[in-house]
């Protein structure tokens, strides 16, 4: 399977990287992650942390630089390039035991037609 992961160095994003390289490693999966730099880390420093966890895992992923929105170039990109699936992080949960997003997710949930997995 052809899977892309939105990653931006949040826990959320960590928590989400960890799991897909599990997943993609015992599936045989391509992985591409998606960089989208934010206030707190550089793409460099996201590229940085994602290739550790990717190399204590013995996995070979692409890494993207995503400039601009990252929700809509998210979406575009994992449709225009065929994805079968775009994984994100869920962020946190309420004390109701609902699911609380951030702007990002619900942009990409509620505008791919491609299959989106949210890991929480």
Not at 16 to 35: C, K
Not at 37 to 53: I, N, P, R, S
Request: glycine share 8%; aromatic share 2%; hydrophobic share 45%.
């Amino acid at each position: 399977m052809k899977v892309l992961l939105g990653f931006g160095g949040s826990q959320a994003s960590v928590d989400a990287l960890e799991r897909t390289v599990d997943r993609a490693v015992a599936a045989g999966d391509e992985l591409t992650v998606a960089l989208a730099e934010t206030e707190g880390a550089t793409h460099d420093e996201l590229a940085e942390q994602v290739e550790k966890t990717v190399a204590e895992a013995d996995l070979s992923v692409e890494l993207r630089e995503i400039a601009g929105e990252p929700a809509s170039e998210l979406v575009a990109m994992a449709e225009s390039e065929e994805f079968d699936e775009l994984v994100l992080g869920g962020n946190t949960t309420s004390p109701m035991g609902k699911i609380t997003i951030n702007s990002t997710a619900e942009f990409v949930l509620l505008n791919s037609h491609v299959t989106v997995t949210l890991v929480r």
